[in-house]
């Protein structure tokens, strides 16, 4: 080996050593999951389309981002559409106002695109969902999607909500746990090599397995309860039969988690497609409030629904007032 392979692999050798002494482990051995940590960044899931696939945001182009970001949010709770109540204010939305500080411009980097490979028909279905929010038809709580049921908003922890983007783990040996924030939703996953349950079951967030290749913990759910007959606000997140999710956590180092995830439904999508969603315990990072975990009130049976459905009705007999000359 001359001199100069030889300082190379001694550098690699500290490089790999340190980056290992950064990682905390469990008394086993295995990379620790367990903190609070944040999803939330202004990164999009898919890139808009008229981003190539080559591009990579430059600092400049981030700052603006986040200006951009915090005007719209600043705009919505000041000054509300005539005959609206308006949203939530600044104080109470807690969204990711920093883009990832790599640069990318779309979370999903499988396929290269960065785009949701739809099935034409599931596509043609999810525009028309997603065209109808907050819109209506409301003759029913049914025709509120499942988030504004209190329900579930789906799979993944993508940073799709624009608040509550914390998850509390825990790991064992035998088990991860993962609180999420949002609807206090939680999943409780078997880590001891026990086989899934019965399909017929069914659940919302499916029936997860975890195991470890390497360093990283490898969540296989399926099993999922039939609810595509529900309104999802992301149509894609959807409980479904046909659904597969596989999720992967990588411990990059004190403050990162490579959180990973692969959607596979051949009824939706024309190939399984896959998403970069880094997690970190550096809340000031993102943009977002640092702290623990705190309540998420939302119940089902939301109190709003019922006055939603009387502000349908009431705006019903005031058109038909209106067409009768009343």
Not at 256 to 275: G, L
Not at 281 to 295: K, N
Request: aromatic fraction near 10%.
């Amino acid at each position: 080996m001359n001199s100069r392979n030889f300082l190379l692999s001694i550098v690699t050798i500290f490089l790999t050593t340190t980056a290992t002494a950064d990682v905390p482990r469990t008394a086993s051995g295995k990379p620790d999951l367990s903190g609070i940590w944040t999803t939330a960044t202004l990164t999009p899931l898919e890139r808009p389309e008229n981003v190539s696939n080559e591009k990579t945001l430059s600092a400049q182009e981030m700052a603006e981002m986040s200006e951009s970001a915090e005007r719209t949010l600043t705009a919505r709770s000041e000054n509300p559409p005539p005959g609206s109540v308006g949203g939530y204010n600044r104080e109470w939305l807690d969204p990711g106002m920093q883009a990832l500080a790599d640069g990318r411009t779309a979370l999903i980097y499988d396929p290269p695109n960065g785009r949701i490979p739809w099935q034409p028909s599931a596509k043609a279905e999810s525009d028309a969902q997603r065209a109808r929010y907050g819109i209506g038809p409301f003759n029913s709580f049914v025709d509120m999607d499942t988030g504004e049921r209190c329900l579930s908003d789906g799979i993944t922890m993508a940073p799709l909500q624009p608040y509550n983007m914390n998850y509390q783990i825990f790991l064992t040996e035998d088990w991860l746990a993962i609180n999420h924030e949002m609807y206090h939703e939680y999943r409780l996953i078997p880590l001891d090599g026990r086989p899934h349950i019965d399909t017929k079951l069914g659940q919302w967030l499916g029936d997860a397995r975890g195991h470890w290749e390497g360093d990283t913990l490898v969540v296989v759910s399926q099993g999922f309860a039939d609810k595509s007959a529900d309104y999802w606000a992301w149509p894609w997140r959807k409980a479904r039969l046909s659904l597969k999710l596989t999720e992967r956590f990588t411990r990059i180092d004190a403050k990162t988690i490579d959180y990973t995830f692969t959607v596979e439904d051949p009824n939706m999508f024309t190939q399984p497609w896959s998403a970069s969603a880094p997690m970190t315990t550096d809340q000031a990072s993102r943009g977002v409030t640092a702290g623990p975990l705190y309540e998420y009130a939302c119940h089902e049976g939301n109190y709003a629904l019922p006055n939603v459905l009387r502000g349908a009705r009431l705006a019903e007999k005031r058109a038909g007032q209106a067409d009768t000359g009343g």
